[in-house]
């Protein structure tokens, strides 16, 4: 590694290692520099689907952020989206959910879908 790759992968370790969710539902270190970073702790890391796996393996070493690909980038996700957005056209709020659920589809949002659905 590189003078620069050791610290960027530093300051990723200091914030937070991040993680994406990539073939199979695996989750894997989202760039080269987290990828970087697990070196520069000497981890090996265990492909696995479920975060909390991933979470233990690095217990007590660093932080982790987990990312989720927004919904629209699947077009099939996108076309139902659009589909639900003109079937909730009477209610700006579930408009406004689904809205957000294309570019932060974090729990809250979606306790707040299932909530709105519902009701």
Not at 5 to 16: K, N, P, S, Y
Not at 48 to 63: E, H, I, M, P, Y
Not at 64 to 78: D, S, V, Y
Not at 88 to 113: H, I, M, Y
């Amino acid at each position: 590694m590189t003078i620069r790759e050791v610290e960027e992968g530093t300051e990723r370790i200091d914030d937070a290692i991040q993680f994406r969710q990539k073939g199979g539902g695996y989750w894997y270190p989202d760039t080269t520099t987290d990828r970087n970073a697990l070196r520069l702790l000497n981890v090996t890391l265990r492909p696995s689907k479920s975060a909390d796996d991933v979470l233990t393996q690095l217990s007590g070493r660093c932080f982790c952020q987990f990312n989720t690909p927004p919904l629209g980038r699947n077009t099939e996700a996108a076309a139902l989206l659009d589909r639900c957005r003109d079937a909730a056209g009477a209610r700006p709020e579930l408009v406004e959910l689904l809205d957000n659920l294309t570019v932060f589809p974090d729990a809250e949002t979606l306790d707040r879908a299932a909530e709105i659905l519902l009701a």
